[in-house]
């Protein structure tokens, strides 16, 4: 069983810049894929960003040139740079590892 933390959501106004951070409670394995996951009101949830050894990240058309995904594997830990972020980036973003699901950081972006 692993548990995963999230934290550093909030709220920012459109064009400000939030950094989220995932730990793993145990090892994370860098060849399975680490990433992000985000759920609007009223929406499914959807792929932000992963990432895995050997392979190029992989984002959202939404967030491509805006958002960074990274990993700390000696930390057990992934991270998402937000910049840019619109009021569409507005959710609760949930950080995934293999079949593991974190409790979730609301993210709100408004004037």
């Known amino acids: 069983q692993v548990q995963l933390a999230e934290s550093g959501g909030g709220f920012v106004q459109p064009g400000g810049s939030l950094r989220l951070s995932c730990v793993a409670s145990?090892?994370?394995?860098?060849?399975?894929?680490m990433g992000w996951y985000r759920q609007a009101p009223g929406k499914q949830r959807e792929l932000v960003a992963t990432?895995?050894?050997?392979?190029?990240?992989n984002y959202a058309d939404s967030v491509m040139g805006r958002f960074t995904i990274s990993r700390d594997n000696a930390r057990n830990s992934a991270f998402l740079e937000m910049k840019s972020l619109k009021p569409e980036d507005t959710g609760v973003y949930y950080c995934k590892y293999d079949r593991y699901w974190g409790q979730g950081t609301q993210v709100t972006v408004s004037s």
């Open positions: 990432l895995r050894s050997g392979r190029d990240p």
């Open positions: 145990s090892t994370t394995w860098s060849s399975i894929p």
